[in-house]
């Protein structure tokens, strides 16, 4: 069997990968040491290492376990019923009717949804504002004990970080991709993907010690159980795939029901896959636009189920939710009191994105990166607590990195010296 060498694709990717899970293994490792380059972390034993809002993704997640038991007896067997026999007519049908294999997939996970909903119907209110996040830590928890390990929160945390991890080792390859297709570019990909590797180091470069208040560094590379990581990777996988060439409707409706998924993981995640359809649909592949609307607005039953379990139990909560949430008067000081993305770093991360743009050459794949880009910030400007969790951004970083990559681009295609390499 032929190895890939590290100068291939897959084997620069695995590279990449490889160094960004090291940095926060690091930390955790020195776990109360300082370590050079990166914030000193220390996990707290109290409640096995969860802390902040993932107190309440871990409390959601035993609700989503415990509701199963909660359900009468004759509705568990009729939910089990459904999803046996949803799995079995879409097993049959993939395998006889593979001009329809677009619309089964859609269909596989909307039927995953429902039987979802039906035990989120009997879950209590755990302090979790969403569920992508508890769900998806869920599952191997209830793997793990139905081998018949208990389960503790310190099994929790390892569970929750081992997780997090992969998501943002695959981040790296969604980044890879989004800044291939978006440039048409190998090169220009793995540069992305370098920039979103390298982030958790450059941060503290670029924004000061002071980007590591508030466990935000934590958050970011996946040692703090929150959602970030799982939406971020979602929602750059959807971008990628919807970038692709030739953008089936079967990358379509993946990119759906990726940004479905994203949705429930944080619901402002709804805005991107809005504006995603518009650029499918303004793009000319009117055929493409029915498979990916099916693919996102699969997963819509389970956030409108959960809705009432999530922020209308936080409104009257002043420490989760400020009395004047959403106001034009927070627009100066989420950027001026950010603790990362201040005008000292936009001063810095700005110029070279904005030459990138010049540097992805279809208008709507920059028209899509702009969005995915933009509506995070633009959105959470007018939220009261943007300054002090900096980490509603995130989502966005790898397509502030693919820009710069593209910038990076069109200085190299301007220096004689690095045309050769810019053209490897």
């Not at 050079?36 to 109290?46: A, K, L, M």
């Not at 978006?182 to 002071?210: D, E, H, K, N, Q």
């Not at 703090?224 to 795939?241: D, I, K, Q």
Request: hydrophobic share 55%; charged share 10%; aromatic share 12%.
């Amino acid at each position: 069997m032929r190895v890939p060498r590290l100068t291939s694709w897959w084997g620069a990717l695995a590279l990449l990968a490889a160094i960004r899970v090291a940095i926060p293994l690091a930390a955790l490792v020195a776990d109360g040491s300082k370590l050079p380059g990166i914030p000193r972390f220390t996990r707290d034993r109290t409640r096995g290492g969860l802390t902040g809002d993932a107190t309440g993704f871990y409390d959601a997640t035993r609700e989503f376990m415990a509701a199963w038991g909660r359900m009468p007896r004759a509705v568990l067997a009729l939910d089990a019923l459904f999803a046996l026999a949803a799995a079995t007519v879409i097993a049959v049908a993939w395998r006889r009717r593979p001009d329809i294999r677009v619309w089964l997939v859609a269909a596989a996970l909307g039927a995953f949804g429902l039987v979802i909903c039906v035990d989120v119907h009997w879950m209590h209110p755990s302090g979790a504002a969403v569920f992508g996040w508890p769900l998806v830590w869920a599952l191997p928890m209830l793997a793990y004990r139905a081998l018949g390990f208990g389960l503790t929160t310190h099994v929790a945390w390892d569970i929750g970080v081992a997780l997090s991890l992969v998501f943002v080792a695959l981040t790296v390859v969604a980044a890879a991709y989004l800044g291939r297709y978006a440039t048409g570019r190998r090169w220009v990909g793995l540069l992305a993907a370098g920039f979103w590797t390298a982030w958790p180091l450059l941060v503290g470069l670029i924004a000061g010690s002071g980007a590591w208040g508030n466990g935000q560094w934590e958050v970011d590379v996946g040692l703090h159980n929150y959602s970030e990581p799982l939406s971020t990777l979602l929602v750059t996988a959807a971008a990628a795939l919807i970038l692709s060439p030739g953008a089936t409707p079967m990358r379509l409706t993946l990119a759906g029901c990726a940004l479905s998924l994203a949705t429930c993981v944080k619901v402002s995640n709804a805005l991107l896959a809005a504006a995603a359809l518009v650029i499918v649909f303004v793009r000319g592949r009117r055929t493409g636009a029915l498979p990916y609307l099916a693919g996102a607005l699969t997963f819509a039953p389970v956030v409108l189920v959960y809705w009432p379990l999530s922020y209308p139990k936080l409104f009257h909560n002043q420490r989760s939710w400020p009395q004047d949430p959403f106001d034009p008067a927070h627009i100066v000081t989420s950027w001026t009191h950010s603790s990362i993305f201040s005008p000292h770093t936009l001063a810095i991360v700005a110029p070279l994105a904005i030459l990138g743009a010049f540097g992805v050459r279809r208008p709507w794949a920059l028209a899509l990166v702009l969005a995915f880009l933009l509506l995070n910030p633009l959105f959470y400007s007018f939220y009261a607590n943007t300054s002090l969790h900096p980490r509603f951004l995130y989502a966005s970083l790898p397509e502030l990195f693919v820009l710069w990559a593209a910038g990076i681009s069109i200085i190299a295609a301007r220096v004689p010296q690095l045309r050769p390499a810019a053209n490897s």
